[in-house]
């Protein structure tokens, strides 16, 4: 048995890399690897921007009263007063609809009302009328979601409007905290939890008729533990304020420039739109934009519903710009989406699938004029269809470009770019161009950053779809990079 043992352990250290352990020792890199270009993703991030577009729902006492906050009023349970069991699952199928893998439902706005079966306060849906203590919406949505292959996540605001404790350390331990601890232990798996900058105090966020208290938002929520906490029980959950920010707007755009390296600092928020090029974390930005004019459902904003052609330019300036997308779909009082952005949604998603979807570059060959040597990073990668492979160049060249032959000329209208983001964000400009012949040119389009992902309309316009550019070549310039560019895919729409 003993000998048994011992062949093994010989075994296993002829075939096991040779140990981390040693200091100085250099490591081997066999397949030439590039170095990281720090900060770079951890998995649980990777998996949310892999996530891409998901929904959000803004829904409970203020849509039964046309309010945004809440807090312009005094607390009142019975404000929620639904006749009829709300239609969740109707909510995540029209998300489904319109091409989004994720559905993030507010559990709890600034009004401090819970939407589910709280023990944390009396200002539940408990308390509630009509219905309303049937309803417990983070079950609703999330059974809705297991039930359609689509991914869970939740809206807590730490501000409390309503909440005797708030600004005191018991709201935190007592109420806070044990909200977030329902939310996060009884509904399944989560992929993003959302909290929010707003804390009622006379700043940016206003004042209240109701008694309102001051706090220091950095200090107050303790977030550095808040996130170990969370981690513990939803270990694929990302945080937001912590793993992904704000895009510092609602009006549905990132930045062109985007980077994913954030840096948190006393000041606060600065440089969200564009994130920090150097900035020494990861923290991707994340768009959230309304369908309509306001968070909440009323009946006069339906007249605002965004178009199926509007929401797909908010696509292409988000998801297309290195960022992720959440869009808020908001319920009326008899607990459906309107039909009217039902018909919206279900549009956007066609107008992906008519216009994202056939990669005219998948498995065709691609030339570069540089290539890293040795190892597995040949310009062809760029078109397997395997988000593990990348072409790469030698460390130092931070300038080369490749070409992508369609085989047939094609009228294209996309061009879609990807990093392989695992090693650090990179490319900090890039030309597309375009040719028939192989000889001739055309620009296509230009940008800075690219990311995770980067989609490039014809001379960078999102607004209309055009006539497109006839193209059997595609070639793309990467003019200047952080270290060496590092390209997984393209593809060519
Ligand atoms: C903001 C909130 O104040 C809005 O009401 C909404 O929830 C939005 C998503 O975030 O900060």
């Known amino acids: 048995m003993i000998a048994k043992k011992l062949r093994l352990l010989l075994l296993a250290t002829l075939i096991l890399p040779v140990p981390f352990s040693a200091q100085g020792q250099t490591l081997p890199n066999d397949g030439n690897i590039p170095s990281p270009v720090f900060p770079v993703p951890t998995e649980r991030q990777m998996n949310w921007l892999e996530t891409e577009f998901y929904g959000f729902t803004h829904y409970g006492p203020n849509t039964f009263v046309g309010s945004e906050w809440g807090n312009d009023r005094k607390p009142n349970a019975k404000e929620y007063a639904p006749q009829t069991m709300p239609d969740c699952d109707g909510w995540v199928e029209a998300m489904q609809s319109a091409g989004m893998k994720g559905a993030v439902v507010v559990c709890k706005h600034h009004d ?31 059974e809705a979601c297991a039930k359609r292959g689509m991914k869970f996540g939740a809206y807590i605001s730490p501000w409390d409007a309503s909440n005797e404790h708030y600004a005191t350390k018991k709201y935190i331990t007592d109420v806070f905290m044990k ?14 939890i959302w909290f929010d900058g707003a804390n009622g105090g006379t700043g940016f966020y206003g004042g209240s008729s109701l008694t309102t208290r001051t706090i220091d938002n950095a200090t107050y929520y303790d ?54 090029e150097d900035g020494l974390i990861f923290m991707p930005s994340e768009v959230d934009v309304r369908t309509t004019s306001k968070w909440f459902w009323t009946s006069a904003d339906e007249a605002n519903i965004k178009s199926s052609e509007r929401l797909f330019q908010i696509y292409l300036e988000s998801v297309g710009r290195n960022a992720t997308l959440i869009m808020n779909c908001a319920p009326n009082t008899s607990g459906t989406l309107p039909a009217k952005l039902v018909t919206n949604l279900a549009g956007l998603g066609d107008l992906i699938e008519a216009r994202l979807t056939n990669d005219f570059a998948a498995g065709k060959t691609v030339t570069a004029d540089k290539t890293r040597t040795p190892g597995n990073f040949a310009a062809g990668n760029i078109t397997d269809g395997n988000k593990n492979t990348y072409w790469a160049t030698n460390d130092g060249e931070k300038t080369a470009s490749f070409t992508i032959d369609l085989g047939e000329t094609k009228t294209i209208h996309y061009v879609m770019l990807q990093e392989y983001i695992r090693l650090g964000q990179r490319v900090k400009s890039f030309t597309i161009e375009t040719s028939t012949d192989n000889s001739s040119w055309q620009t296509f389009a ?44 393209v593809s060519v729409y």
């Open 179 to 192: 909200q977030i601890t329902e939310i996060c232990k009884n509904y399944g798996d989560m992929f993003e």
């Open 446 to 489: 230009s940008g800075t950053t690219i990311g995770y992902k980067r989609i490039m309309a014809l001379n960078d316009n999102t607004g209309s779809y055009g006539s497109g550019q006839a193209a059997r070549y595609v070639r793309v310039k990467i003019t200047d990079s952080k270290e060496c560019p590092l390209i997984q895919t």
């Open 223 to 276: 977030w550095d533990n808040l996130l170990d906490s969370i981690h513990k029980m939803q270990p694929e959950c990302v945080v937001w304020g912590r793993e992904f920010r704000w895009c510092g707007n609602e009006d549905g755009y990132s930045g062109k420039t985007c980077w994913s390296n954030y840096h948190l600092n006393a000041g606060g928020e600065f440089n969200l739109n564009t994130g920090v």
């Open 112 to 142: 401090g009302f819970c939407l589910w079966p709280t023990e944390s306060t009396d200002f539940s849906v408990l308390n509630s009328a009509g219905v309303g203590p049937q309803v417990d919406i983070p079950k609703l949505v999330s």
